[in-house]
């Protein structure tokens, strides 16, 4: 549990000199803008910006953590309505002033327009599901912050066991949002009561709106400008206390859910009822509780009668024991154990999907051995394409749709109605049923995805629908036209509910074949031409029924409306094969509905017999899907293609998905190869410069040495004569407690003293060259590296690389400090001592003289300053390179043996030593 994000919060304030402004609530002029911010981990953090009116105030930033950028737009707190472009022009300028790195902004937005959306669905958007039944905790702000480590502690165990919402309301809401967040993170939906601003703020799942607040449309749109990175549609919920608002907002609003906010058991059950008969939405019920066994019959009772859940309070919940809420919400539970929520429901399903299988596998009949193997085949098969799909696109999330797919191999052949809100589908549904099972009306009436099965338990009782946990509404009727085949009404597209019309697009990859409902009144709209378009995209075999016939005045207008619709979807689908029928769903309906108020004949045959419903359409319609029953003829077979082709086409356009992914990744990576070479390249050629341009300053240096050199010889040469050796030797043989010897305090003082001091200079110049060749250079690498990777992590770039460079700087500055003339000198005079003492004895006073002329005194200087200045300039930072420049200038046994020593000097002056 990540509980720490809070703490880390950066703060930004407007600072007003007129007045002050920390608290955004007292006065009716001050306004609250938030920010989220994202660190290079993705994590994202929440500002309150706080401020006065008018805007032109200047912002203040206080000091925020590095490498954090701006990610979502601003919002107005009152009013609640999104700020106007010059406001928020002005308030990105002024932060791209202030301490945020230049661009953020819009590298973040480019980013979102850069990131391709990995869904396949038209609008790119998904919507949430919510999986039924399930517990809603609602929580108060106070309660979350008072005491934040309990509360937090008992979210985090309920969201991962029965709570699939959390609702949160009261005053600091944006505090306790942020904490809640942290904790809930994907594990269940949170949602902030009536503030579509900090809702957007916390990036909340949505938002729960009062019967008087926000219209449902209206806080979506404004969630989904805020989430403008997001593929999930935000959800809209809200609470109602009567039957015509739940109507309302669950119809024409939109609502995603509604919480029916009632206070008496009773009240609640008799209402629920009533409610849940006409909408097709989750409806969750809030209830008082009392004792914890009085409690688990209501919750139990409510839950049977139709709610999609319960809403508690922290309070309430507590009344419960772990195994009670198991029992009520666990859908483990529901599912293995059949308990009482649910479980007359999901076992009757599965009878019912037995008893569909029993007629032959898929709603088949007829199908013989080889037939079924071929079933199975295709599932190994598919689960092949599945496991490959996972590999190479593995954040695709309609992999599901594969997943179902194979399973539903099983299902009853699946005909989607689909079509324009208006156009009949629900009519044509009914007069294929032959009873007024839907709802229609002139206005938008089916919101979610209706699955029509068989049931014959239920032949003479009403029709059974409820909610199955994935969300569907399913309904079980006796009507025969289900037998082997499972209708499905779908809500109309070109709605202005952006989620309607994203059901309707995500089931038709699941569709068998697709009806598709046009109105006469308006034959292939515009709307209806770029869903055919979609539809296509899943190679869907369609359908075309051209409703309300009745409409038009004559046989010729028919013709000529069939003409047009069938010329235009001949070149949409590129096919000649164009199969239309023209209804009247209504007429359909109220003949069917006449035949069968006659009792005690066989209506099939009453209606075969009338010649006017043979010479109708729906007649043509039904023979058509009729002939889909029997595997055995040629349609049976067809059919069966169409079955079997379901998966296999979700399996196809995935692939080819993943192929686009993957051969854009593969270019992009490809690109990004490129890229990399050509830094590469750039990195050598500067390589090669820096060492050429290096030889001149290599010539300095070396220059410095050779005249430090000669002049020490010189001063060997005049000092350091026969005629002096007596005087050396004893001096020498005195060891060097009496101080130092004349000629070496000459080499301190006149060779390597300015020598050194020459090499300091030298140094200076060199590191600055160094360094502004080093900077420019690697100013240039990093606008490439944004250039090209404009998100990455450039900060840890720049400061790696101004690390690199304060470090060798650092070392120069410290080699050049430490290295003293006076130990330089010391070290000298130590050199003749050891070879004084070492040719004495053999050689005598000549030959001490000459040893001292040949070997050690060239050596030892050039070794102690050109070692010196090296490892200073950084010319020879490695052994390696030391052992070269030492083969470069051969000295004899005992120079190396200094050369070690200096480089021992060297490596504890720079290393403290
Ligand atoms: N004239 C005429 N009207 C029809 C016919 N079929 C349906 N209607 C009317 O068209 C309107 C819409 O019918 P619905 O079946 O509700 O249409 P729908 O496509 O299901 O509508 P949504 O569920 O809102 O998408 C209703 O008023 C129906 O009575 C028909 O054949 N002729």
């Not at 955004?24 to 938030?34: K, L, N, R, V």
Request: charged residues 25%.
């Amino acid at each position: 549990m990540n509980r720490t994000q809070v703490k880390y919060e950066p703060q930004i304030r407007f600072r007003s000199s007129s007045s002050s402004s920390s608290s955004s609530s007292s006065s009716s002029s001050i306004h609250s803008f938030f920010f989220s911010l994202q660190n290079p981990n993705c994590s994202t953090y929440h500002i309150q910006m706080v401020s006065l009116l008018p805007y032109s105030t200047p912002i203040q930033l206080s000091k925020l953590p590095a490498n954090f950028k701006i990610q979502t737009s601003f919002f107005h707190r009152h009013n609640r309505t999104h700020l106007n472009t010059s406001t928020r022009r002005f308030l990105v300028n002024s932060i791209e002033t202030n301490s945020f790195e230049s661009n953020s902004l819009n590298q973040s937005q480019d980013k979102q327009k850069q990131q391709p959306r990995r869904t396949l669905f038209p609008g790119g958007f998904k919507r949430p599901e919510i999986k039924v039944p399930t517990l809603i905790l609602q929580l108060n702000s106070d309660d979350v912050l008072n005491d934040k480590d309990r509360v937090l502690d008992y979210v985090d165990v309920a969201v991962s066991k029965w709570v699939g919402i959390v609702v949160i309301d009261g005053g600091r809401l944006y505090e306790a949002a942020c904490l809640l967040k942290s904790v809930i993170r994907d594990r269940a939906y949170l949602l902030i009561a009536e503030r579509v601003d900090i809702a957007s703020a916390v990036d909340a799942s949505g938002v729960l709106l009062s019967d008087q607040g926000l219209p449902a449309l209206v806080a979506r749109n404004m969630m989904m400008e805020s989430k403008s990175n997001s593929v999930v549609l935000p959800l809209v919920a809200r609470t109602v206390h009567t039957v015509n608002t739940a109507l309302s907002a669950s119809n024409s609003e939109g609502a995603d859910f509604l919480i029916y906010g009632v206070d008496s058991e009773k009240f609640a059950e008799v209402l629920l009822n009533s409610v849940i008969q006409s909408i097709k939405v989750p409806v969750f019920t809030t209830i008082a509780l009392e004792r914890e066994d009085v409690s688990l019959t209501q919750a139990l009772k409510l839950l049977e009668s139709g709610a999609s859940g319960l809403v508690m309070s922290l309070g309430n919940m507590k009344l419960f024991s772990n195994e009670s809420l198991s029992r009520l919400f666990s859908s483990v539970n529901v599912i293995k154990e059949g308990t009482q929520v649910g479980s007359q429901k999901i076992k009757q399903f599965e009878t019912d999907k037995e008893l569909r299988v029993k007629n032959g596998v898929a709603g088949f009949i007829k199908l013989d051995d080889r037939e079924k193997q071929f079933i199975e085949n295709e599932k190994e098969i598919l689960l092949e394409a599945l496991s490959v799909i996972r590999k190479a696109a593995p954040l695709m999330d309609e992999v599901s749709l594969l997943t179902d797919a194979v399973a539903q191999l099983d299902d009853p052949f699946l005909l989607v109605i689909v079509g324009e809100f208006n156009s009949g589908k629900s009519s044509v549904i009914n007069a294929l049923l032959g009873r007024r099972y839907l709802k229609e009306g002139v206005v938008p009436t089916t919101n979610e995805i209706t699955l029509l099965c068989y049931s014959e338990k239920d032949a003479n009782a009403q029709e059974r629908c409820e909610r199955h946990p994935d969300g569907q509404f399913i309904c079980y009727l006796p009507a025969p036209i289900l037998r082997n085949m499972n209708l499905v009404d779908t809500p109309g597209t070109n709605v202005i509910l952006q989620r309607q019309q994203r059901l309707t697009e995500e089931f038709v990859p699941r569709a068998d074949l697709i009806l598709f409902v046009l109105s006469a009144d308006r034959p292939l709209t515009e709307s209806e031409v770029a869903f055919l378009r979609y539809i296509q995209q899943w190679k869907k075999k369609v359908l075309f029924v051209l409703n309300k016939a009745d409409l038009y005045q004559s046989a010729s207008e028919l013709e000529e409306a069939i003409a047009f619709v069938k010329a235009n979807v001949q070149k949409l689908l590129k096919t000649e094969q164009v199969t239309l029928y023209p209804v009247s769903a209504r007429s359909a309906l109220e003949t069917k509905l006449n035949a069968y108020s006659v009792a005690g004949i066989n209506h099939q045959d009453l209606l075969l017999n009338d010649s006017i419903w043979r010479s109708s359409g729906f007649y043509e319609l039904e023979k058509f899907l009729f002939s889909f029953l029997d595997g055995s003829t040629d349609t049976g077979m067809e059919r069966m293609k169409l079955k079997l082709g379901t998966p296999v086409g979700i399996a196809d356009r995935l692939i080819s998905s993943c192929e686009s992914f993957v051969r854009n990744d593969f270019e992009s990576a490809n690109q990004d190869l490129i890229s990399i070479r050509e830094i590469l390249n750039e990195v050598r050629a500067y390589m090669m410069k820096m060492e050429n341009e290096s030889t001149s300053w290599r010539r300095q240096t070396l220059s410095l040495i050779n005249n430090a050199k000669v002049r020490a010889v010189r001063l060997v040469e005049s000092t350091l004569q026969l005629s002096n050796l007596d005087l050396v030797a004893s001096y020498v043989f005195k060891g060097n407690k009496k101080g130092m010897m004349p000629i070496t305090s000459n080499v301190q003082n006149d060779i390597v003293g300015p020598a050194l001091s020459d090499a300091q200079k030298l140094l200076g110049e060199y590191l600055i060259w160094l360094q502004s060749n080093n900077a420019r250079e690697g100013r240039l690498y990093k606008e490439k590296f944004e250039k090209r990777w404009p998100y990455n992590q450039h900060d840890l770039i720049h400061l790696r690389t101004y690390e690199l460079q304060e470090k060798g700087e650092e070392r120069s500055i410290k080699v050049l400090e430490n290295f003293s003339a006076a130990a330089a000198a010391t070290l000298f005079e130590q050199e003749i001592r050891e070879v004084v003492l070492e040719t004495f004895g053999g050689l005598g006073a000549a030959g001490v003289s000459a040893s001292l002329l040949t070997s050690v005194l060239p050596t030892t200087l050039e070794d102690l300053l050109a070692l010196g200045l090296c490892s200073a300039g950084g010319f020879c930072y490695r052994h390696d390179e030391q052992v070269r420049w030492s083969q470069r200038h051969p000295v004899p046994k005992v120079s190396r043996h200094t050369c070690w020593n200096v480089s021992r000097v060297i490596w504890s002056w720079t290393h403290g030593g």
